[in-house]
């Protein structure tokens, strides 16, 4: 019996960014949630994006506060 495959309507997002905010979260000891609420966003929208990969970049007014807010360049979050 062939093996079915799916298709995906869309290709993997980008993790570089991802694994810049995850690691950025843990060295400041802070939660997606507690960061999320102070960059003026719903308390699930970091981790949502982290987690399910949604939006699948950060929009730039988000990406600029996110980055002001962990210390970093915006470039590193694009």
């Given at each position: 019996m062939p093996s079915i495959r799916l298709a995906t309507s869309s290709p993997a997002p980008d993790d570089a960014p991802r694994t810049v905010v995850e690691t950025a979260l843990a060295e400041l000891g802070e939660s997606a949630e507690q960061v999320s609420l102070a960059i003026e966003m719903p308390r699930?929208?970091?981790?949502?994006?982290?987690?399910?990969?949604?939006?699948?970049?950060?929009?730039?007014?988000?990406?600029?506060?996110?980055?002001?807010?962990?210390?970093?360049?915006?470039?590193?979050?694009?």
């Open positions: 699930s929208y970091l981790r949502t994006y982290l987690e399910r990969g949604m939006p699948r970049a950060l929009p730039g007014r988000i990406r600029r506060r996110l980055a002001e807010y962990l210390g970093l360049p915006d470039h590193a979050l694009a």
